[in-house]
């Protein structure tokens, strides 16, 4: 069965950071795009950045670029990561990571409609 996996949400204050990780069971994430996507409470899910399945190409949402940098783990290929600084509590959501099989290798989409493979969300409370 394959299954995407986010942790490494918490509680943190602001100006704080956190590293989420996106963790493909029973498969590899090798062509695979993989996008990061929240949604706070009474708002609609937000597409937050997204890297492309070959050749690493990213995109960010305007809000968290600078802030956020997304990543594979190349190693293994099992594995994306969503790097979080500078946090504050607009920030606060849960996290979804969410998967789609590509054939345009060099090109992602923050857009939610292109994914349809998603984890359970992880959340991340910013807060002093």
């Known amino acids: 069965q394959l299954q995407l996996v986010e942790s490494g949400g918490g509680l943190v204050q602001p100006g704080g950071s956190l590293r989420l990780s996106c963790a493909a069971s029973g498969f590899s994430l090798d062509y695979y795009a993989v996008g990061w996507f929240r949604q706070a409470p009474g708002k609609e899910r937000e597409g937050v950045s997204c890297i492309s399945s070959i050749g690493g190409a990213t995109n960010y949402t305007d809000s968290v670029r600078g802030r956020f940098t997304i990543s594979r783990d190349n190693a293994v290929n099992t594995a994306v990561y969503l790097q979080m600084n500078s946090l504050n509590p607009e920030d606060t959501a849960i996290y979804y990571c969410?998967?789609?099989?590509?054939?345009?290798?060099?090109?992602?989409?923050?857009?939610?409609?292109?994914?349809?493979?998603w984890g359970q969300g992880t959340q991340v409370t910013v807060s002093s």
């Open positions: 969410a998967a789609i099989i590509t054939t345009v290798p060099s090109m992602c989409s923050t857009a939610a409609t292109m994914y349809d493979l």
